[in-house]
């Protein structure tokens, strides 16, 4: 299980900005947030799912996808920003606070990678 960073290699025949954009509308028309910037054969894509839960707690932790082409082919790059920060500060959480703290944020994670499986195989779609 990747957990902190995963890897693919998509062969397609959409340019970059055409799958950037295409991935961008599927997020969007999921009502995800999101924003990205394409340049010199690369895009970086920001996207995060609005919810009560998320609001109050590691609000700014988003799912980034990092697109590059090369040759025939476009690698993505996907992580969570903040994922490491948002941990440590679970463990505070725990240790200072409340349980409830852990109960919260060590599903989100476990969620979280899911969410990622889950939209890398719509990506892998989308890209076909």
């Known amino acids: ?35 990205n910037n394409t340049q010199n054969g690369k895009a970086i894509l920001q996207a995060q799912k609005a919810g009560i839960l998320r609001d109050i707690i590691a609000a700014d932790r ?25 941990l440590g500060i679970t463990a505070i959480e725990t240790i200072l606070l409340s349980e409830i703290f852990l109960v919260i944020d060590v599903p989100e994670i476990a969620w979280t990678d899911h969410v990622e499986n889950g939209l890398l195989k719509q990506l892998e779609q989308i890209a076909h």
């Open 1 to 35: 299980m990747e957990i902190f960073k995963k890897d693919r290699v998509l062969q397609t025949s959409k340019d970059l900005n055409q799958l950037v954009n295409d991935f961008s509308a599927y997020l969007k028309n999921a009502n995800w947030k999101v924003q």
């Open 62 to 86: 988003a799912l980034t996808f990092v697109f590059e082409k090369n040759d025939d082919n476009i690698n993505v790059h996907v992580g969570v920003a903040k994922l490491l920060q948002n």
